[in-house]
């Protein structure tokens, strides 16, 4: 897996390499493209220098800037550490939402990743891989609270508790037309997986949650889910509704894993 310039490279040595026998009967020499990353100028992504920037630096910026909009989310009024009385509990709120920006933004920066067509040249942007709308890990995060949040109050777990998923049900009933459309949605997967494979293209996996969320929100919406409707909460609850945030402190490093 390198990048497109390199192509015929892979092509001569592949020739190569079954024209001396090197390749067994079936086998199959693959290379798998990218497209350049280039900065928000449009040019190839590096440092001020012009050097290559490194993962390690890249990561520690959207933990950083993750950390600021998070904190400002939870702390509007910057409260925090203003009051001694509550400083221990303001210690333990600070660790929970350092957790929960590491979790959003590496979760961020691998889902930009993989959410974009490999081959293509792409504009590597914070603003973007953070952003609380469209095929991002940070709205897919907020999805995922959104239905953790539905199964707390349909089987009645507390808020403050790890969620305990049901098990599945032995027959599932499909009633309004917006139900069909989140099964249709669903049984797609198995094809959706097998031409991720075949193709190693994965951000056709992205689209296909992205497209799976929005039926998902759309039918809660409509009422057909058994949960109130609201609009999206990014990152901070409101209403005693669970939220990425209170999620990911009680599933440390789902965000990773999710992403």
Request: net charge negative; glycine share 8%; with cysteine.
């Amino acid at each position: 897996m390198t990048d497109a310039g390199q192509s015929q490279h892979f092509e001569m040595g592949f020739a190569a390499a079954r024209k001396a026998g090197f390749v067994p009967e079936g086998a199959s020499l693959e290379h798998v493209p990218f497209g350049l990353v280039q900065g928000e100028d449009g040019k190839k992504f590096a440092t001020r220098s012009g050097d290559t920037v490194k993962l390690r630096d890249l990561l520690d910026e959207a933990v950083c800037i993750a950390g600021e909009d998070v904190r400002a989310r939870n702390d509007p009024n910057g409260m925090l550490g203003g009051d001694d009385a509550v400083e221990e509990e303001d210690d333990e709120l600070h660790e929970a939402l350092d957790s929960v920006a590491r979790a959003v933004s590496i979760g961020a920066v691998k889902y930009a990743n993989l959410s974009m067509n490999r081959a293509s040249n792409y504009r590597f942007s914070y603003g973007r891989m953070l952003s609380l709308n469209g095929n991002t890990a940070p709205y897919m995060l907020y999805a995922y609270a959104r239905i953790c949040g539905i199964v707390r109050r349909a089987t009645d777990q507390a808020e403050e508790t790890k969620i305990v998923w049901p098990d599945p049900a032995d027959e599932v009933q499909i009633v309004h037309d917006s139900e069909r459309q989140l099964a249709r949605c669903l049984v797609k997967l198995p094809d959706v997986l097998r031409e991720v494979e075949a193709e190693l293209y994965p951000n056709h996996l992205c689209d296909y949650l992205f497209e799976t969320i929005l039926q998902e929100l759309l039918r809660e919406q409509h009422g057909d889910s058994g949960a109130e409707s609201q609009p999206p909460v990014p990152l901070h609850g409101v209403g005693g509704h669970d939220s990425p945030t209170d999620e990911l402190a009680r599933h440390p490093g789902c965000g990773e894993t999710v992403s």
